[in-house]
């Protein structure tokens, strides 16, 4: 009689829950996807930038600086801000970032000039690095860790689908003959909008809304994953990760995939408009092809590694940077007047091959290692460490594009990508923590 009378309580807790997740789901998606309408602009308004200030010494080297100062604010706030979230809470740090790069896309739209472009690009990407550690806190506060593979997927593509879409916006916008500013105004906007509804109905972990906590990863670097019975200190949230030789080899993966992941964001648009000859908004157009082949790579690879390969990821990690090294290397052969398909294709191919281990690392095994405790810093070190790697992609490639070409660019990142590969491989043979 007990069981009869628990019963329809506990299935409707599970459906309370479960419409929870759902909606966490779904806000965390919008509102990521959305942080891109305030950085992707920068990539889709290059050309234009340079068409209308090349007198006073804009170019792609000068554009490249403006990217490598962005980056390592944005570096830096990965690890700070991501720190801080795993004690001020996911929510409060996730709406503070959309609400600082409406504010810094607004200010970039409003400036002319080198200096003015550098300052509020730095400041976007400073307000934008809590975002992604707000997201997995949020993420390791609402779900279980034999969910972690398929939640984060789902959630990895935002960063894909949010890339496609703004630069699919803005190319349509470029071909109506909007200008640079009114493309920051409406990228700006619609994340105002969107932060509105996400302030609204986002919760930071089930308990606040009268429900269970779920299940901590059983293999995560601290003794305990409850906040309560750990050291909440610095040296105690942050040391665990920097004593575990899985999490330190993760970090070499993350600068290797980050430089070849930003090299393609920052630059393809303009690598297509100078390699094949397309106009700036078709470029654009054409760029959204690398962003909507990552998504499949994401969904592949996290099914993959969850369900056929029982959450050992190195492996496969290993196999598909080999492949993007002769990739990469066929796309440093090409040269001006090509015919776009050829590019584009390339790159699709390229993004198939990695987008979806980067996705693996500021995402599942940040979550992982870093539980309900330690998530944000988790992902904040990997992908800040990352993003350190990123500045190779601004100020790196595009000087090494400016002064030797396209060519000696992409044979960098093939270098870099068999690099990769090989760290890959150790963290599969020697480092990949096991449930």
Known sequence: MTDSIMRPDAEKGSEALRARRIETVALLFAGYAGYYLCRTFFASIKPLLIDQYHTIGVNKETLGLISTIGTLTYAVGKVGNSIVCDYVGGRRMFLLGMAGAVAATLGFGASAGVAWFLAWWALNRLVQSGGWGGLVKITANWFAYTQYGTVMAILCLTFVIGDAASKLLYGWMLHRGATWQHVCLVGSGILAVIAAVTAWRLKDRPRDVGLPEPQASPIQVYESGDAQDSDMSLCGLVGPFLRSPSFLVVLVLSFGLTIVRDAFGEWLPLYLTETAGLSPGSASMWATLFPLFG?????????????????????????????????????????????PIVPAALSALAALLTIGPYSLLGGAIALDLGGRRGSATASGIVDGVGYVGGIVSGLGIGSVAERLGWGAAFTALAGIACATAIAALAYWRRCEPTR
């Open 295 to 339: 998504a499949v790579s994401i969904l592949g690879v996290g099914w993959c590694s969850d369900r056929l390969l029982g959450g050992r990821r190195g492996g496969l990690i290993a196999v598909m940077l080999v492949i993007a090294v002769g990739v990469l290397a066929a796309m440093s052969r090409l040269g001006a007047g090509s015919s």
